[in-house]
């Protein structure tokens, strides 16, 4: 273990925040370490929207499922698939911009990754984060709402601040159901793997007064039906093509 793997294993989603802001020049820092993630041919196809309007961020607690720590963490941030970018530089240049669903792949793993990097470096300055999917309930609002043109991606928020909670650590899944060699298990192997998790999780859950939840019966469920079905159409009207 060294310094870095200590502070990726005690990371915590933080969902209470205190009244402190969070620097500006944090902020720069952490954005120049996300930068420096690999990314691919060096296309950085990624941007970083900080919200600061109150009325925008009051706004964007409602569309994100109420989630109240959208106002009220030091800083909130969207992260981005960018590739507006580069369709300036096609239209520039005089050359049809069409790279079809690899292109809007890429600005998703481009997006991501600097996200993982930008986080790790706000985590080593003491702050906190919490990941926010819930931008995804509305996008079309959400859209409207930052007057996105075309080509940009919103994929997830992003809540950054000094924690005003210590939550336990929420177990992963055991290492033999995510690393294999040489190729993927049956399902038995699998299944076996998870029903393990699914006592972690249990004591976890119980230890929290979360009820007696069943970690593999939620998944189930999570993906028994279509979810956020005005994905799609929004990512093809901001100019994504999927196909």
């Known amino acids: 273990m060294n310094d870095i793997i200590d502070l990726m294993m005690g990371h915590r989603s933080i969902r209470k925040?205190?009244?402190?802001p969070v620097l500006d020049e944090h902020v720069e820092q952490a954005v120049a370490a996300g930068q420096m993630a690999s990314t691919s041919g060096g296309i950085q196809s990624y941007c970083v929207l900080r919200i600061r309007n109150e009325q925008r961020l009051e706004s964007l607690v409602e569309l994100t499922g109420n989630q109240t720590k959208v106002a009220r963490c030091g800083a909130f941030f969207i992260i981005c698939g960018d590739t507006r970018r580069h369709?300036?530089?096609a239209k520039r240049d005089g050359v049809p911009y069409d790279t079809r669903c690899e292109a809007f792949l890429l600005a998703v793993v481009d997006?991501?990754?600097f996200a993982q990097s930008f986080c790790l470096a706000l985590e080593s300055m003491d702050y906190g984060i919490c990941y926010i999917g819930g931008l995804r309930n509305d996008l079309p609002a959400v859209g409207k709402l930052l007057e996105l043109p075309e080509g940009l991606y919103p994929l997830f928020g992003l809540c950054v601040g000094r924690p005003a909670?210590?939550?336990t650590i929420r177990p992963?899944?055991?290492q033999p159901t995510v690393l294999f060699e040489e190729r993927y298990p049956d399902d038995a192997t699998m299944l076996a793997g998870m029903e393990t998790y699914d006592?972690?999780?249990l004591q976890y859950f119980q230890e929290r007064g979360a009820g007696d939840r069943i970690w593999s019966q939620e998944m189930s469920a999570k993906f028994s039906a279509p979810?956020?079905?005005s994905l799609g159409p929004f990512y093809r009207d901001q100019g994504a093509n999927l196909e």
């Open 165 to 167: 909670q210590d939550p």
């Open 172 to 174: 992963r899944l055991p």
């Open 17 to 20: 925040f205190s009244e402190d």
């Open 227 to 229: 979810r956020r079905e």
């Open 111 to 113: 997006a991501t990754i």
């Open 199 to 201: 006592q972690t999780m």
């Open 87 to 89: 369709r300036i530089l």
